[in-house]
């Protein structure tokens, strides 16, 4: 039942060629775009070429990087810790509560808290204080199990659902517009600075969990056999969930909930190099970051100069690869 | 023969007399009722009808998409207008046996056939027909007005994310706001857009650079602004200081629904546009 280990080479290997691409990707996607842009002057830093590509590609290409492989490794992660193939960054309930929040400040027309855009700190406390809610309601002293968590977890999600679409219902035909852009998720050119405090989150949480990774191969076979390998599956539950959550959260403030990410590269990983964590996390984040800029940047041409939903690009690429992969899987799909 | 048709339409249903109580399940609905001066005979209207004021106090229907069936039948309409909608109102509506006429309103051509068959449906198509004149004859005076100045390039921010200037939403080719633009004197940037409102990435913003910026983007639902709003929304534009509409000062926030609702207002939307576009073609 344990895992099976892969290989030090084929690890190497692994994480070698998912940097390679994912350098690769980000050094070509910045040239893609609706506009022309004249290279020499975008270097000169002359206007506008170099605003389009500074202050709009490049941006938007490191979002699309770092939220891609943060939701991708918190997918794996939420897999592991509650032994769900199905379970995605959302299902604690997180991006609905995201949701809920951004839904509140479109209503209630907080434009700006805390010198912030009103939208993002919102969500970004609405996700909190739905991970808060799901573990107290998962706790029990001082156990707690992953399937008290997933389901404590489905509920938020249907009860924040229930509220978004009560103010929705409520809300008049701007609010009703914007709340309705705001769920479809997309990708937009942030200013450095949040991109960077986004980065100073994301990487060190992202660091540990690779790091734990022995223990997230323990909990995703159970939470006896983490048990009996000296492993306290309350605790590495609480942590990892937290963790996976902080990740969720700060990525969904800033773009919205976009689906799929989550669900289909951990899944085409573990197909392609099986169930160990040590090889699966860091190429989650690499492969996510990687297949979500290639989304983002199909979503920005395809249209030109209209964009598509990023979310739009990831399940109708996402979906039938996913599909092939399954069809031609030789090895199970679950640990 | 108009007349003709629009007896054979209301006489089998009911009898002799012009409808009396007639629900609208739409503002552009709700406006162009009143501005036909049918305004005495509405008994519903939509929870999002605002204009002219006195249609706040009569009994609301819900929304369009959304209408409360019990209420409508509750008001006991001879006449119920519908838009073209996903929801299939009309049908539903008739199949409760209520007298259902479905108009189109979502640009300026379709305005006019829809008043032409409020007219018919209501009995009352010299209003309508007044009406009609009177629309066409401010349109047409605003379009020679300016007919003989420059077209300026005037990017239509419809909707973005409140409080930042992400999610931007422009106006796209044969839009409403497109074709009333048309009208003042200018040319929408993004009249080559495939779909009619665009989600437009931001290079795309920088590199056709227009000369005028038109930002309802934050409140098309607010009716007025205070000065301090429209410093905020400044403030955000300033964040590309180099864009023609910014460093010119042509940036105009706006608030007012008389741009997103399409309806006998738009002589006013295009006189709006004319005074911001060529203030020296309004007199």
Redesign the interface.
Known sequence: MAIERIEPRRLTAAVTLALAVFCVAALLAPLAGSATVDWKKAVAGEWPDSEILFGTRVPRVLLALLSGGSLSLAGVLFQALLRDALATPYTMGISSGASLGAVLAICFGIRTLAGLPGLWVAAFAGSLLTLVLVLAIAADGRRMSSFTLLLAGVTMNSISMAFILLLHNTADFGQSFAIVRWLMGSLEPLDYKTLLVLLATVLPVSVWLFVKARQWNLMAVGEEWAAARGVSPARLLLSGSIAGSILTAFVTALTGPIGFVGLIVPHALRLRYGADHRVLMPCAFLWGGTFLLVCDTIARVAMAPAELPVGVITAIIGGPWFIVLLRSRRRSLWV | MRRLAAALLVVPLLGQTPPQRIVSTAPSITETLFAAGLGERVVGVTT?CRYPPQVRRLPKIGTFL?PDFEKILALRPDLVFTIKNPVQLTERLRKLRLNAVELDQDSIASIFRSLEAIGQAAAAEKQTAALEANLRQGLEEVRRSTAGKPKLSVLFVV?R????L??M?AA?KSSYLDELLAFAGGRNV?D????PY???????L????PDVILDIG?????EGSSRERRE?ILALWRK?P?LKAVRTGRVYPLASDIF?VPGPRMVEAVREFRRLLHPEAAR
């Open positions: 999002y959304e909707g994310t409140p409080g930042t992400e999610g939403i796209g993004f080559d857009s495939p779909v665009p989600k437009i990435p931001h290079e795309e920088l590199s056709r650079d934050d409140f098309a639902h607010a905020q590309y180099k997103v």
